[in-house]
């Protein structure tokens, strides 16, 4: 859908105004290799630990284990952290101590993948700007049309309501315009489906269908201008996850995607053509295909995705928010646009967002984040972030470590079970 400009939008930076730069670097670093060049010292582990929900924070170093390739490891150091400040720190006994202190500035991004404007994201900001955000924290934000940096130095120059002002501002244009061909697209689908094949009885209609094999023909011309919009390039994602590896600090990216519903005949309205076209099996089967069977599937490689996000020792937050506009019709159509929701009509609005969600809630996983569902974008806002503001960091030194480019898994264990433990997956050893 959105996430194709979204991601591209990474090299069209703009600033909101004076003192909040773009990322005038962007097009440079994405020539950077993507593979994390790891010091053979130590790897750097972000792990959260939870009882139920509650986060664990009277762990010690002799509580956690860690594996690399089902291998035991020597931890070296682990520190309690909380938000940017170190509350505890422990070195195992006679092991050479981490030299220097862990980067714990915060690179927060923020990808909005939405098709409407919600006031629950301008209350997502809210609680970012006046209860998360701290001194020699950064921001970026993605939309479909622009992408907005603020660096810390500028951030403490400024106020924080100004710039959340604006960029509240910025977003809803953003999104509206960035989508504006996407909704199109969706109102075209609607349309075609409720034109009446050889009906000729409205001249003025935007879709005239002469016939079931003319209709379905316009609506596949249609899905396909659909999912070019919002095919996504792996090429971009792996580009992107090098963007940010290259920044300092702890890297949080919450990812905003709306829940997408598509035109379809309802079970009422496929029965009518079922019956209708039952002395032609082609008709019927095409019916059949493009809707009762009608399913996404991930069109990138979402394991090689996994990697090298993990590798990037990125925390990616997929926020699923389950709030959506019913149809973007004209007014004069208003009364179609409330039936669009009723199965009981001919056409209804059917979700299909399995491709994005399945994809994205591995690749959260796989970088120690969470996926939440929710019609409150505030509220599973609110979540992520509080799965970000305590964790622990753990340093280990590989044993027999080789540059061999290889991905190697990491496991983190707790003694004494009944824990919920999250970090990321492994890294690329080069």
């Not at 010292?41 to 089902?70: C, Q």
């Not at 500035?105 to 923020?110: G, I, K, L, S």
């Not at 969600?357 to 939440?372: H, L, N, P, Q, Y």
């Given at each position: 859908?959105?996430?194709?400009?979204?991601l591209?939008?990474?090299?069209?930076?703009?600033?909101?105004s004076?003192?909040?730069?773009?990322?005038?670097?962007?097009?440079?670093?994405?020539?950077?290799?993507l593979?994390?060049?790891?010091?053979?010292?130590?790897?750097?582990?972000?792990?959260?630990?939870?009882?139920?929900?509650?986060?664990?924070?009277?762990?010690?170093?002799?509580?956690?284990?860690?594996?690399?390739?089902?291998?035991?490891?020597?931890?070296?150091?682990?520190?309690?952290?909380?938000?940017?400040?170190?509350?505890?720190?422990?070195?195992?006994?006679?092991?050479?101590?981490?030299?220097?202190?862990?980067?714990l500035?915060?690179?927060?991004?923020?990808l909005?993948?939405?098709?409407?404007?919600?006031?629950?994201?301008?209350?997502?900001?809210?609680?970012?700007?006046?209860?998360?955000?701290?001194?020699?924290?950064?921001?970026?934000?993605?939309?479909?049309?622009?992408?907005?940096?603020?660096?810390?130095?500028?951030?403490?120059?400024?106020?924080?309501a100004?710039?959340?002002?604006?960029?509240?501002?910025?977003?809803?244009?953003?999104?509206?315009?960035?989508?504006?061909?996407?909704?199109?697209?969706?109102?075209?689908?609607?349309?075609?489906?409720?034109?009446?094949?050889?009906?000729?009885?409205?001249?003025?209609?935007?879709?005239?269908?002469?016939?079931?094999?003319?209709?379905?023909?316009?609506?596949?011309?249609?899905?396909?201008?659909?999912?070019?919009?919002?095919?996504?390039?792996?090429?971009?994602?792996?580009?992107?996850?090098?963007?940010?590896?290259s920044?300092?600090?702890?890297?949080?990216?919450?990812?905003?995607?709306?829940?997408?519903?598509?035109?379809?005949?309802?079970?009422?309205g496929?029965?009518?053509?079922?019956?209708?076209?039952?002395?032609?099996?082609?008709?019927?089967?095409?019916?059949?295909?493009?809707?009762?069977?009608?399913?996404?599937?991930?069109?990138?490689?979402?394991?090689?995705?996994?990697?090298?996000?993990?590798?990037?020792?990125?925390?990616?937050?997929?926020?699923?928010?389950?709030?959506?506009?019913?149809?973007?019709?004209?007014?004069?159509?208003?009364?179609?646009?409330?039936?669009?929701?009723?199965?009981?009509?001919?056409?209804?609005?059917?979700?299909?967002?399995?491709?994005i969600?399945?994809?994205?809630?591995?690749?959260?996983?796989?970088?120690?984040?969470?996926?939440?569902s929710?019609a409150?974008?505030?509220?599973?806002?609110?979540?992520?972030?509080?799965?970000?503001e305590?964790?622990?960091?753990?340093?280990?030194?590989?044993?027999?470590?080789?540059?061999?480019?290889?991905?190697?898994?990491?496991?983190?264990?707790?003694?004494?079970?009944?824990?919920?433990?999250?970090?990321?997956?492994?890294?690329?050893?080069?």
């Open positions: 859908m959105r996430l194709k400009l979204v591209f939008a990474l090299v069209a930076g703009v600033c909101l004076a003192g909040i730069p773009s990322q005038g670097g962007a097009t440079s670093q994405l020539q950077k290799p593979q994390e060049q790891v010091s053979v010292t130590n790897i750097e582990i972000p792990v959260r630990v939870l009882k139920g929900a509650t986060f664990v924070d009277h762990l010690t170093i002799d509580d956690f284990e860690v594996f690399e390739d089902g291998k035991p490891q020597q931890i070296e150091t682990v520190y309690l952290i909380q938000k940017t400040d170190i509350k505890r720190e422990e070195g195992k006994e006679g092991s050479p101590r981490w030299v220097g202190r862990p980067q500035a915060r690179q927060f991004v923020f909005f993948d939405m098709s409407d404007y919600m006031p629950e994201v301008g209350k997502a900001l809210d609680y970012f700007f006046d209860k998360v955000i701290l001194p020699g924290d950064s921001l970026m934000v993605i939309t479909p049309m622009s992408q907005y940096r603020m660096r810390s130095d500028a951030i403490a120059k400024r106020s924080l100004e710039i959340k002002q604006q960029l509240q501002g910025r977003l809803r244009r953003d999104i509206l315009m960035g989508s504006a061909e996407y909704r199109s697209t969706i109102d075209a689908l609607y349309k075609i489906l409720n034109a009446d094949p050889g009906d000729q009885r409205d001249p003025n209609s935007e879709f005239t269908v002469n016939s079931p094999e003319e209709q379905l023909a316009l609506y596949r011309q249609y899905i396909n201008k659909l999912e070019a919009l919002r095919s996504i390039d792996e090429k971009s994602l792996l580009e992107f996850a090098g963007v940010l590896k920044l300092p600090g702890q890297k949080y990216v919450y990812l905003f995607h709306q829940m997408e519903s598509i035109p379809q005949f309802s079970p009422k496929m029965s009518m053509k079922m019956f209708e076209n039952q002395d032609n099996p082609f008709t019927v089967f095409s019916y059949m295909e493009n809707f009762d069977l009608h399913t996404r599937s991930v069109r990138f490689n979402v394991e090689a995705v996994k990697k090298v996000y993990a590798d990037s020792s990125i925390t990616v937050h997929f926020l699923f928010l389950t709030k959506t506009s019913a149809v973007n019709v004209p007014v004069t159509e208003a009364k179609k646009a409330q039936a669009a929701m009723d199965p009981r009509q001919d056409v209804t609005m059917v979700e299909h967002s399995e491709d969600f399945s994809a994205f809630s591995e690749v959260a996983r796989a970088t120690g984040g969470i996926s939440e929710s409150n974008a505030a509220a599973a806002f609110e979540k992520a972030v509080n799965a970000s305590n964790y622990y960091l753990i340093y280990y030194k590989p044993k027999d470590y080789k540059a061999d480019g290889k991905f190697h898994e990491i496991k983190v264990k707790v003694k004494g079970g009944g824990y919920s433990v999250t970090h990321r997956a492994g890294y690329i050893a080069s």
